[in-house]
């Protein structure tokens, strides 16, 4: 049996959620499953509809953590174990443990000044880590830069779920809302600086020039929502942005499947950083290119000039021509094409087989 130790997890929503769920899953089609997860308000008809077992840790966020270490060392003691998979160093730094541990490291929950206190939290947990997980080449060499050792790193990417079939009414319907607008640009991400919503919106301004019809859709939610909306205001684009939150799964994935360019030249904000982007793989599934930003693990997911294109997010020139190069000549057809050619070795049926090494 294995345990897996998780702050985020479903019913709530996001991307470390759907990681975190994807490899719970995925592992218990081999291996017998025990999930330690923070407690979630409606969790329990989630949690009857799985396949292995999942246990809610409550109370209050800053006693939790020791409750939850405790829980974990008192189920470790009556149960035969192999190992322990954590979300985050945070899951690990209460567990004292001689069992094998796996952490996953993202990017910007590491990333923290080199020989502060939360660095020398951070080391203090990997260095009693037996095998560190990377989402991508970018977050391995951060972690690196930040003292982590170097030969405990493996880069795993993070899964996808193959996309299903979207229906023709939920298609119509985004063809309906979309009619008349072309091209095609869309973000689906929560809307804060590091997404950088700004400077694509500031580069619409001048792409309108040369493509009257062009529309930029919004999806998510987020702390810069009416700052972005403000922007929008102020330089006259009300007609080419189209705002949508709180929406459905299969409404969101339509969106993305009758757009013609995903745009994310994500920047680092603080200490904020994008470690690999599971939304260019979501939107390569479909069939469309992404435009990523360089600062990151952007490029672990998009080839650039083959499956899309690699820019700096720091720069409204290089946003605006890529986004223009892309759409030149309709340059985004042999792009998706790619990037959708490209998709399945993302798929989860593939990942899991590097986990699974790692565990064998």
């Given at each position: 049996?294995?345990?897996?130790?998780?702050?985020?997890?479903?019913?709530?929503?996001g991307?470390?959620?759907?990681?975190?769920?994807?490899?719970a899953?995925?592992?218990?089609?081999?291996?017998?499953?025990?999930?330690?997860?923070d407690y979630?308000?409606n969790?329990?008809?989630?949690?009857?509809?799985?396949?292995?077992?999942?246990?809610?840790?409550?109370g209050?966020?800053?006693?939790?953590?020791?409750?939850?270490?405790?829980?974990?060392?008192?189920?470790?003691?009556?149960?035969k174990?192999?190992?322990?998979?954590?979300?985050?160093?945070?899951?690990?730094?209460?567990?004292?443990?001689?069992?094998?541990?796996?952490?996953?490291?993202?990017?910007?929950?590491?990333?923290?000044?080199?020989?502060?206190?939360?660095?020398?939290?951070?080391?203090?947990?990997?260095?009693?880590?037996?095998?560190?997980?990377?989402?991508?080449?970018?977050?391995?060499?951060?972690?690196?830069?930040?003292?982590?050792?170097?030969?405990?790193?493996?880069?795993?990417?993070?899964?996808?779920?193959?996309?299903?079939?979207?229906?023709?009414?939920?298609?119509?319907?985004v063809?309906?809302?979309?009619?008349?607008?072309?091209?095609?640009?869309?973000?689906?991400?929560?809307l804060d600086?590091?997404?950088?919503?700004?400077?694509?919106?500031?580069?619409?301004?001048?792409?309108k020039?040369?493509y009257?019809?062009?529309?930029?859709?919004?999806?998510?939610?987020?702390?810069?929502?009416?700052?972005?909306?403000?922007?929008v205001?102020?330089?006259?684009?009300?007609?080419?942005?189209?705002?949508?939150?709180?929406?459905?799964?299969?409404?969101?994935?339509?969106?993305?499947?009758?757009?013609?360019?995903?745009?994310?030249?994500?920047?680092?904000y603080?200490?904020?950083?994008?470690?690999?982007?599971?939304?260019?793989?979501?939107?390569?599934?479909y069939?469309?290119?992404?435009?990523?930003?360089?600062?990151?693990?952007?490029?672990?997911?998009?080839e650039?000039?083959?499956?899309?294109l690699?820019?700096?997010?720091?720069?409204?020139?290089?946003?605006?021509?890529?986004?223009?190069?892309?759409?030149?000549?309709?340059?985004?057809?042999?792009?998706?094409?790619?990037a959708?050619?490209?998709?399945?070795k993302?798929?989860?049926?593939?990942?899991?087989?590097?986990?699974?090494?790692?565990?064998?």
């Amino acid at each position: 049996m294995y345990l897996i130790v998780t702050k985020t997890f479903p019913p709530e929503i996001g991307g470390m959620q759907n990681l975190m769920w994807s490899l719970a899953n995925e592992l218990s089609k081999n291996y017998m499953i025990k999930v330690f997860a923070d407690y979630q308000e409606n969790h329990q008809l989630f949690d009857e509809q799985v396949s292995f077992s999942i246990e809610r840790v409550g109370g209050i966020k800053l006693l939790r953590k020791f409750r939850k270490a405790q829980l974990i060392k008192e189920f470790i003691k009556k149960n035969k174990l192999k190992g322990i998979i954590a979300d985050h160093w945070k899951s690990l730094e209460h567990l004292k443990t001689n069992l094998k541990k796996i952490c996953l490291i993202h990017g910007k929950e590491i990333n923290h000044k080199k020989g502060s206190s939360l660095n020398k939290r951070i080391l203090n947990v990997l260095d009693n880590v037996e095998i560190i997980v990377a989402n991508s080449q970018y977050t391995k060499d951060l972690a690196i830069r930040l003292g982590v050792k170097d030969d405990k790193i493996k880069i795993i990417n993070p899964g996808v779920v193959p996309v299903e079939e979207l229906s023709k009414k939920t298609l119509s319907k985004v063809e309906n809302l979309l009619k008349y607008k072309s091209p095609r640009l869309i973000t689906v991400s929560r809307l804060d600086k590091r997404k950088n919503h700004e400077k694509i919106i500031m580069a619409l301004r001048n792409l309108k020039q040369i493509y009257p019809s062009i529309v930029y859709i919004c999806v998510g939610y987020g702390d810069e929502e009416e700052n972005i909306k403000k922007l929008v205001a102020e330089l006259g684009l009300q007609p080419q942005v189209m705002f949508f939150k709180n929406i459905s799964n299969e409404l969101k994935n339509a969106l993305v499947a009758k757009s013609n360019v995903f745009v994310m030249p994500s920047v680092t904000y603080k200490a904020s950083v994008e470690g690999f982007g599971i939304a260019y793989i979501e939107a390569a599934q479909y069939g469309v290119p992404s435009i990523g930003g360089k600062d990151g693990g952007a490029s672990d997911a998009i080839e650039h000039e083959k499956t899309g294109l690699i820019c700096d997010g720091n720069e409204l020139d290089e946003i605006y021509f890529s986004i223009n190069s892309i759409l030149e000549n309709n340059k985004y057809l042999e792009y998706g094409k790619n990037a959708k050619d490209n998709s399945p070795k993302f798929q989860w049926n593939e990942i899991i087989k590097e986990y699974k090494k790692i565990l064998n």
